[in-house]
């Protein structure tokens, strides 16, 4: 494959972005403006994802792409020949053996160790967006640290509909500085921000970047009275068994019906290879 | 007596036309100054460069703060002058669309300055927004309300008790009672005046209506093309105005 320079962008688009990145990890939780390119897919589906994992990978890399926890799913299929095309990289579903992960709405089950490199899909970067519309007051708020504004979202939780209700995106204040969207990942997920692998975050039409170093302190925001609650469907896995995996609810036929199965495809197959 | 607010010749113009021109004054703490004037002589103007909204093109404002004593808060840093803006100062739009977060509920909208300033206890700013929707004689069951679905003097009385809930020592008054009818600008008007008086509040009240600063008012400010023409004690400048405007101003009003 010689018609594309090795994965895709060309290496003056990979320096830029690798400069935000590099900008992103040394402000952990900061927005990082930078100048996303058109990709050859529709915003929304990765484009920020696929940039930032562009300029991370090397042909060294194993890669491995995730879609709500699933290697199966379009998205993911896609996103893994993509590179493989234009970067020929290796890739892999194993979660412990891929070196960069491209992941949408999900962090994989398995703990990531020091050598990986976990890059996340953004629609939204900016947590305060839907609170206040204004891009020019939002990125006030950031400077001046004034987040009392987010708080009253989660008031609102609780006034209406008992406790806090926001499942996923949820709120999260980084090593006591910045309050960040950790991109839509269950509320599940959210203490495994807390990792030892370089955690990035790309938001292709919003044209940010973000990053959480090895180990920063990731808190999720609450209240003193309504502590945060990483909570799950209260089922094991109707496949591995598994009780302290996030579960997708599957109906199985139009009787109501259904399963509850592990998101995360690479960790319920294992656990499955295990017990076989 | 330290003032808590004092004015030096501030002036601000829009381009070549005057927004308000060489102002000065002071307000003590306690004290409630009425700002008249019709339209387009310079009050908002002047209340917006107050409160921070606007920047003024020459003068001083100078701010009693519970800290550090008199300082000027055109040049604070902006971060400061923020946290005067959610703590001791408050500021009530004419129109409460202006000044509540209307997709918020009641609740939420007088909580959100004790969350700005740091509050973390649900149920502690729940009983705090509880009380002070009672204060402002809103029945504590409409809490988790939208401030859509209340009526305009509700919505006014929210604001005040959204602007009022971290104890503020200076009150920025925008037409308080533009566009409500008159029984209810006189019940707005009873609250405020009580709350004023209970809490020692200082503020400066902005109006074009002279039956709001008659009941408000301590003392009057007179505006007319930017410039203050008259100033003095209320009762003083209302029965017996000396400037030609403020007695054009005085015999306008209509007698029923």
């Given at each position: 494959m010689t018609d594309y320079n090795f994965a895709y962008l060309d290496e003056q688009t990979k320096r830029m972005i690798?400069?935000?990145?590099?900008?992103?990890v040394a402000i952990p939780g900061y927005q990082v403006p930078f100048a996303s390119r058109e990709m050859p897919m529709p915003y929304g589906w990765g484009t920020g994802g696929v940039q930032v994992s562009a300029a991370c990978l090397t042909p060294d890399d194993r890669f491995k792409v995730i879609d709500q926890g699933a290697d199966d799913t379009t998205n993911a299929v896609s996103i893994r020949k993509f590179f493989e095309k234009t970067a020929g990289v290796a890739v892999t579903e194993k979660t412990s053996e891929a070196t960069v992960i491209q992941t949408r709405h999900r962090i994989p089950e398995t703990l990531l160790g020091e050598e990986q490199i976990l890059v996340y899909q953004v629609p939204i970067p900016e947590p305060l967006r839907f609170l206040e519309p204004r891009e020019t007051e939002t990125r006030?708020?950031?400077?001046?640290?004034?987040?009392?504004?987010?708080?009253?979202?989660?008031?609102?939780?609780?006034?209406?509909?008992?406790?806090?209700?926001?499942?996923?995106?949820?709120?999260?204040?980084?090593?006591?500085?910045?309050?960040?969207?950790?991109?839509?990942?269950?509320?599940?997920?959210?203490?495994?921000?807390?990792?030892?692998?370089?955690?990035?975050?790309?938001?292709?039409?919003?044209?940010?970047?973000?990053?959480?170093?090895?180990?920063?302190?990731?808190?999720?925001?609450?209240?003193?009275?309504?502590?945060?609650?990483?909570?799950?469907?209260?089922?094991p896995c109707a496949l591995c068994g598994a009780e302290d995996s996030y579960l997708d609810e599957v109906i199985v036929d139009d009787t109501g019906g259904r399963m509850f199965v592990c998101s995360d495809t690479d960790f319920c197959a294992g656990r499955r290879e295990d017990a076989a | 007596m330290t003032p808590l607010l004092d004015v030096r010749s501030l002036t601000k113009t829009y381009g070549s036309r005057t927004g308000c021109a060489d102002v000065s004054f002071t307000l003590y703490p306690g004290e409630v100054m009425g700002i008249?004037?019709?339209?387009?002589?310079?009050?908002?103007?002047?209340?917006?460069?107050l409160a921070g909204h606007l920047e003024p093109d020459r003068g001083e404002?100078?701010?009693?703060?519970?800290?550090?004593?008199?300082?000027?808060?055109?040049?604070?840093?902006?971060p400061e002058r923020r946290m005067l803006g959610r703590t001791d100062w408050a500021f009530v739009h004419q129109n409460p669309r202006d000044g509540l977060r209307m997709r918020i509920s009641a609740g939420g909208n007088v909580g959100e300055r004790l969350m700005a300033v740091g509050a973390r206890h649900y149920a502690e700013i729940r009983t705090a927004a509880e009380d002070w929707l009672d204060r402002v004689e809103i029945s504590t069951n409409r809490i988790d309300d939208r401030p859509?679905?209340?009526?305009?003097?509700?919505?006014?009385?929210?604001?005040?008790?959204?602007?009022?809930?971290?104890?503020?020592?200076?009150?920025?008054m925008d037409e308080p009672t533009g566009g409500l009818d008159v029984s209810v600008q006189a019940r707005l008007l009873d609250l405020l005046r009580g709350l004023?008086?209970?809490?020692?509040?200082?503020?400066?009240?902005v109006t074009h209506d002279l039956a709001v600063v008659r009941l408000l008012a301590d003392r009057l400010m007179v505006m007319k093309d930017g410039h203050v023409v008259e100033t003095g004690?209320?009762?003083?400048?209302?029965?017996?105005?000396?400037?030609?405007?403020?007695?054009?101003?005085?015999?306008?009003?209509?007698?029923?």
């Open positions: 690798r400069r935000a990145l590099l900008k992103g006030k708020m950031h400077a001046l640290e004034e987040y009392g504004l987010m708080h009253v979202k989660l008031y609102e939780d609780i006034a209406r509909h008992g406790e806090i209700a926001t499942a996923y995106a949820y709120p999260v204040k980084v090593e006591e500085r910045y309050v960040m969207d950790p991109s839509p990942i269950p509320k599940f997920d959210n203490p495994k921000l807390e990792s030892a692998a370089l955690q990035l975050f790309g938001a292709g039409r919003e044209q940010r970047i973000y990053a959480v170093p090895p180990y920063t302190r990731v808190v999720s925001l609450d209240f003193d009275d309504h502590p945060f609650d990483p909570s799950k469907a209260d089922h | 008249v004037g019709e339209s387009g002589s310079g009050k908002s103007t002047l209340l917006n460069c404002v100078f701010f009693d703060t519970r800290t550090d004593g008199p300082r000027d808060t055109l040049r604070m840093s902006e859509a679905a209340f009526s305009g003097g509700m919505q006014q009385r929210l604001q005040i008790a959204r602007n009022l809930v971290t104890g503020p020592r200076l009150v920025f004023v008086r209970r809490m020692g509040l200082s503020a400066i009240v004690l209320t009762d003083q400048v209302l029965d017996d105005p000396q400037h030609g405007y403020t007695q054009l101003l005085v015999s306008s009003v209509l007698q029923v």
